[in-house]
């Protein structure tokens, strides 16, 4: 072996990579899709679902919040996972424990199975979503191609989410258990497609076992305390325990973080103002998108007596404009930076929620079809630029951990914004008193985070 080829270049052309970007970048915008699309389209189904299985507001924020539970508290493990077996092998796991339990859903005889089943989608998303980007980070090493990659990949699951109200109230006409049959075509198409994508680089990585359960116990903990308080009330003895287990579990996390030889998120990867920025407008962005489209779910069917149907293509508006103008996104990125999407979404998204607020009770269902679009075209213009955001503030080797991160505080983002509005709605005697409260609160989030955007000032084109 001669010098050369014993040179770190040499290693690195011969480390595994994917044989063809394009399949790389295919089956992320598919898992994207699957996972994305699961976290709306279940919204407009869930008066079916109460009306065949049972249950009460809380079953229903359950049905939502398992989901995305499971996905926040499980993504680092996930990513940690990836990184030891390598971004393909566990890529496709977790693609066939998704398309599996969508099938288990569909088939749930009862309240408590259909939750269940949820819980462990949520597990099966956790493991796609830190993956597929991990794919694209090794398909493509060029900044600039591999921004545009990340805006097609987050243009496939903004365009799922907001056609998951459409799609399942469509869906639901018919038999509410279909919409998770969506995800069995979905999922081997994908699953056929990895077979073209060569095999991902491993890097052996010990797990974080104590800041894992930290995690999932503190954060099941939180949504239990905020969704069953909300019906209960709060200073039931079972919700004081659920916060102090939540507050013991977070004081275990940080210091597993801080003191562990292996922490599930280094703590050096917070010390970018970037990666902050990002990660906390990714988290309030969340909270306001999910929040509005299950609040929204229930608002017409249960106030205004839609049907599915027409709940779904309330929706449409939104939708339709998500999808028109998520392809410009990399345009005004490439041109502008990534600052002037960010900041202008997070505005937008601002107007909306408080048009929401402060329409009549009185205003047509049209009326708050058309509020709604700039809640569902501002967030879809923060997703692909804080994604790059984050990515590009980070080392190549901490992509997956990073990406996981971010995917981790964005389903945080989603439950914890579901669970709240629907305890805020609980406790008030007026569904309109409550929506109108939860959405302000969320609009003067937004708008911190929005000021706080303001500060990037050296952010790249």
Not at 77 to 92: Q, S
Not at 136 to 147: F, K, L, V
Not at 281 to 294: D, K, L, R, S
Request: with cysteine.
């Amino acid at each position: 072996m001669t010098e050369t080829d014993a040179s770190p270049a040499a290693a690195a052309s011969r480390a595994p990579r994917p044989a063809h970007p394009g399949a790389a970048l295919g089956v992320a915008m598919l898992g994207f899709f699957v996972v994305a699309l699961d976290s709306q389209v279940v919204n407009v189904a869930l008066p079916s679902i109460r009306t065949d299985l049972g249950g009460g507001l809380a079953g229903l924020q359950w049905i939502v919040t398992g989901y995305t539970l499971m996905f926040s508290a499980l993504i680092l493990f996930a990513g940690t996972f990836a990184e030891r077996l390598g971004a393909k092998r566990a890529y496709g796991a977790g693609m066939i424990l998704f398309v599996l339990a969508s099938a288990a859903c569909g088939l749930a005889p009862s309240l408590g199975v259909l939750i269940g089943a949820r819980f462990v989608q949520g597990l099966g998303a956790a493991m796609i979503t830190p993956t597929a980007l991990a794919l694209i980070r090794e398909a493509y090493e060029d900044a600039g191609q591999r921004a545009r990659a990340i805006a097609y990949w987050a243009m496939g699951g903004s365009i799922a989410a907001a056609a998951g109200p459409i799609v399942g109230g469509a869906l639901t006409q018919v038999n509410w258990r279909i919409i998770f049959d969506l995800n069995l075509p979905v999922g081997i198409l994908a699953l056929l497609i990895l077979a073209r994508v060569g095999t991902s680089p491993r890097h052996p990585r010990p797990f974080d076992w104590t800041g894992q359960i930290a995690a999932v116990t503190g954060l099941a903990a939180l949504t239990y305390a905020i969704i069953e308080g909300g019906n209960t009330g709060y200073g039931q003895p079972t919700i004081l325990a659920a916060f102090a287990v939540f507050v013991i579990a977070v004081i275990v996390f940080l210091l597993a973080q801080r003191r562990g030889d292996h922490p599930m998120v280094p703590p050096d990867l917070f010390r970018s103002t970037p990666v902050i920025v990002a990660l906390a407008a990714a988290f309030i962005g969340m909270v306001g998108f999910y929040g509005v489209v299950f609040v929204q779910s229930l608002y017409f069917q249960q106030l205004r007596g839609q049907s599915p149907l027409v709940s779904g293509l309330l929706f449409l508006p939104m939708t339709a404009c998500v999808a028109a103008l998520s392809p410009l996104v990399p345009r005004v990125t490439a041109r502008f930076g990534l600052r002037v999407p960010i900041v202008g979404g997070q505005a937008l998204m601002v107007v909306g929620l408080l048009a929401l607020a402060g329409m009549p009770a009185s205003a047509p269902s049209w009326v708050v079809a058309l509020l709604m679009i700039p809640v569902g075209v501002g967030g879809a213009l923060t997703v692909p630029p804080l994604t790059s955001l984050l990515i590009d503030s980070v080392p190549a080797s901490r992509a997956g951990t990073a990406s996981g991160v971010l995917n981790m505080v964005r389903q945080m983002g989603g439950s914890l914004g579901v669970a709240a509005v629907g305890a805020v709605i609980a406790g008030q005697a007026s569904f309109v008193t409550g929506l109108r409260i939860s959405v302000i609160a969320i609009a003067v989030l937004v708008a911190i985070t929005t000021l706080w955007s303001l500060a990037l000032r050296h952010v790249p084109h």
